[in-house]
């Protein structure tokens, strides 16, 4: 048993739907989320750039001693999981790997489509997981810049005209090609997912890249016998690197629980 915490980061809010899985499979960890809201969205930056605002998310974790880190951030996970996971001495869990066996496991007819940001589909690493499952299946991506602003600002709910057009236009490719599953490869994509869900219909069934890894997380540390002891209730702190104010409204609403005394502004840049 390990009683210490499990460090999670994404660039925004899209990481609470890791948080929100983690916390509902192991309610007896610490956990200590950091969102990058000063610098959100990283899905149009360099790979140079994402691997240098990592490794200072990564570092800002490890003040707290983790035990684990979790990148529940698609876009990180594609282009600088492997770096962290290098320069690191404890575990580092992106989300492409525990998504991609989902969707492998999911698909009956074998056509899995992705949506991702610019950075994430230009990597190919879905791609490339997903053939090394699963060869004989056909993969439809797109990038979709648009969506992590607009969850970010608080426009995910059906009936949100502005939302509901948006998905409508970068989904409509990979509808048309009859997909029977659909990666949601962006952790603040599963906001969205009333409004894709309805746009795609029942018989898509939508992978939420954050969740898969949380329940992918939570075997390994059971594996490695690195749970923490059973019988308490964790404890959840949150950080941003901008306005808390608008983040714990919206996290807030997102974890149905008042997060709003307990976010805390830092400066990142100094890590």
């Known amino acids: 048993m390990d009683p210490r915490p499990i460090g999670v980061f994404d660039s925004g809010l899209g990481g609470l739907t890791a948080v929100r899985e983690l916390a509902r499979l192991m309610p007896e960890e610490d956990l200590v989320y950091f969102g990058d809201t000063g610098r959100v969205p990283y899905g149009s930056r360099s790979r140079d750039i994402l691997i240098k605002y990592a490794r200072q998310d990564v570092a800002f974790l490890r003040s ?4 684990a880190i979790v990148v ?11 770096v962290l996971q ?25 056509r899995v489509g992705l949506i991702g940001t610019n950075a994430t589909i230009r990597s190919r690493a879905y ?5 090394h499952l699963s ?11 648009l969506l992590v602003p607009l969850v970010e600002n608080g426009r995910f709910q059906m009936g949100d005209q502005v939302a509901e057009q948006i998905v409508a236009e970068y989904l409509a490719p990979i509808r048309a090609k009859g997909v029977d599953t ?13 409004v894709v869900g309805h746009y795609m219909g029942h018989g898509v069934t939508l992978v939420d ?9 939570a075997g390994q540390l059971e594996r490695d016998g690195l749970r923490a002891p059973s019988g308490k209730e964790g404890s959840h702190r949150y950080f941003v690197s901008d306005s808390t104010e608008d983040f714990a409204a919206l996290a807030s609403i997102f974890l149905e629980e008042d997060v709003s005394a307990g976010v805390e502004q830092i400066d990142i840049t100094s890590y």
């Open 127 to 131: 791609e490339r997981a997903l053939a």
């Open 135 to 145: 060869p004989h299946t056909q993969m439809t991506a797109r990038a979709c810049p």
């Open 86 to 110: 290098q320069e690191n001495d404890i575990p580092i869990f992106g989300v492409v790997e525990p998504a991609a066996h989902a969707a492998a496991g999911q698909t009956s007819n074998g």
């Open 182 to 194: 659909l990666i949601l490869g962006c952790t603040h994509y599963p906001l969205l997912r009333d």
């Open 64 to 67: 707290f001693r983790p035990k």
């Open 209 to 217: 890249v954050g969740a898969q890894c949380a329940r992918w997380v």
């Open 72 to 82: 529940a951030c698609g876009t990180v996970s594609t282009t600088a999981l492997e």
